[in-house]
């Protein structure tokens, strides 16, 4: 019983890694649709447009690399 505790951590872990990287992607889209707004002088700031594109690219990335991540631990 005491052996299998790791093979179960794993099982609960990797879908809820993957639903966090998924949320981390599909914000750092958003963030970039936004910033691409902002950007086109729809009423937005240039900073603000920046900034919102620097923070899409951060999501967009951390959430693939959390995915990869939860992926290939399970397939390991």
Same mark, same amino acid.
């Not at 750092?28 to 620097?54: H, I, K, P, R, Y």
């Not at 959390?66 to 631990?73: E, F, K, L, P, S």
């Given at each position: 019983?005491? /052996?299998?505790?790791? /093979?179960? &951590?794993?099982?609960?872990?990797?879908?809820?890694?993957?639903?966090? *990287?998924?949320?981390?992607?599909? *914000?750092?889209? &958003?963030? /970039?649709?936004?910033?691409?707004?902002?950007?086109? *002088?729809?009423?937005?700031?240039?900073? &603000?447009?920046?900034?919102?594109?620097?923070?899409?690219?951060?999501?967009?990335?951390?959430?693939?690399?959390?995915?990869?991540?939860?992926?290939?631990?399970?397939?390991?």
């Amino acid at each position: 019983m005491i /052996e299998s505790v790791p /093979e179960l &951590f794993d099982l609960v872990t990797a879908p809820l890694l993957t639903i966090a *990287g998924t949320t981390l992607v599909g *914000g750092g889209l &958003f963030a /970039e649709l936004q910033s691409a707004t902002a950007l086109a *002088g729809d009423g937005g700031s240039m900073v &603000f447009g920046l900034w919102l594109a620097v923070m899409g690219a951060v999501g967009v990335i951390g959430g693939a690399k959390v995915v990869r991540d939860a992926v290939t631990g399970q397939l390991s």
